[in-house]
């Protein structure tokens, strides 16, 4: 079945994912391992598939956010260590230890939890990472050195692998929060390396701190995800020093044309009559809307690309509908395909340019790509 069966589909280059994960691995150097995150089912590209690439171009660890991610994982044959950053819930704690993942726990509390765990299944020590809130005020311990050192001392049955952070403000380069998150979290680390705990992984940084050098915070790993699929963040305030990092998106989003009419001037378009045709117009109504991810906010204020000429969107964004005004492009058919994301020619969208005009944020517009939406891989 070809593309044009699809209403909506995105078209992935698993080999551009790979080039990205080997571009940020040239920037970090072989000193550094670099764990690519593959939550939120990859940013949306598919995370058995992204995976299953990575794997192949020499990744050996994987981060997710939740333990069902990490099984899917496992159960489609990824054999990387997969780290689990984001849930130690109770009812999900055992399928960690079936399917062979490494959490990383947020509290003192849990690590004794992780111990008892461990104890009782038997074998060698379970590994964790303990995440330190130095400064973000989210996940993480915010207890001294003296208290995670008799933590971990008391957990005979676990290991402490990693230590890690993350920072809230790491493309502001006006806010001093990175550097002073960064001096929490080395003082835990010097605090706990006296007492004679030398913890092997020590990992703070996502895509921004890669790819505007900022060194000292890349430590024994780092943690992209943004970069790896072709994204990295605006400075949004201040001066950061030259990017390092060049990456390019992987993902292209399409959606077919349904049907084509005119319009006479003064026509109401859409929900709420929220666009009104100046001139005769030639409309075109597209097979996606919000349900399949396009931002709402949208309506009447977004452009998609149609045979290499922008069209914009006009009235609102409904569920399953987009209109768009195509008078000035070439002429377009039902079961035509126009570009939400990607580039015809020389005309190009991107996710962050489309999460500025939506007043949102690329994350958002990636990982606010419905599972309805068709993927296929271009390259395989
Ligand atoms: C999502 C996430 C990352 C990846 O961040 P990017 O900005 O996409 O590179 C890294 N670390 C943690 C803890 C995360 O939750």
């Known amino acids: 079945m070809g593309p044009f069966a699809y209403r909506s589909w995105v078209e992935i280059s698993l080999k551009q994912i790979a080039e990205n994960f080997r571009a940020v691995r040239n920037v970090v150097g072989p000193d550094v391992e670099v764990m690519p995150v593959v939550k939120a089912d990859a940013y949306r590209h598919g995370a058995v598939e992204v995976s299953r690439a990575l794997a192949a171009a020499g990744a050996r660890w994987l981060a997710v956010s939740n333990v069902e991610e990490g099984a899917i994982l496992r159960d489609r044959g990824i054999q990387t260590r997969i780290l689990v950053m984001a849930d130690f819930l109770s009812a999900e704690r055992a399928g960690l230890l079936e399917y062979n993942l490494t959490p990383v726990l947020h509290s003192l509390p849990d690590i004794a ?20 809130d130095s400064g973000m005020g989210r996940l993480g311990t915010r ?7 008799e933590a971990i001392g008391a957990a005979k049955h676990a290991h402490l692998e990693g230590l890690m952070t993350h920072f809230a403000s790491a493309a502001n380069y006006a806010s001093t929060q990175t550097d002073e998150q960064l001096r929490a979290f080395e003082i835990i680390c010097s605090e706990l390396a006296r007492a004679g705990v030398q913890v092997p992984i020590l990992h703070l940084s996502g895509s921004t701190p890669v790819a505007y050098g900022r060194r000292g915070t890349w430590k024994r790993m780092v943690r992209p995800g943004h970069a790896v699929y072709g994204y990295v963040s605006q ?36 929900y709420g009559g929220m666009h009104r045709t100046a001139q005769p117009a030639r409309i075109a109504v597209l097979a996606a809307g919000y349900a399949d991810g396009i931002p709402h906010r949208l309506s009447n204020k977004g452009r998609v690309i149609a045979k290499g000429h922008w069209a914009p969107i006009i009235g609102a964004v409904s569920m399953d509908l987009t209109t768009i ?3 000035h492009c070439p002429p377009l058919a039902p079961g035509d395909a126009v570009t939400l994301l990607g580039s015809e020619g020389d005309v190009s969208m ?31």
């Open 350 to 380: 991107d996710a962050q340019q489309m999460a500025r005009v939506a007043g949102t944020i690329s994350y958002s517009v990636l990982c606010g790509i419905h599972a309805r939406v068709k993927r296929i891989y271009v390259d395989e």
């Open 325 to 327: 005004d195509i008078t």
């Open 235 to 270: 400075i949004a305030k201040g001066t950061a020093p030259p990017r390092l990092l060049e990456v390019r998106p992987a993902l292209a989003w399409k959606a077919a044309v349904l049907a084509v009419k005119d319009l006479p001037a003064g026509a109401l378009v859409g």
């Open 143 to 149: 207890a001294s050195a003296p208290e995670i050192l």
């Open 113 to 132: 939890e992780w111990d008892r765990l461990s104890a009782a299944s038997g074998g060698d020590r379970r590994d964790y990472h303990l995440k330190i």
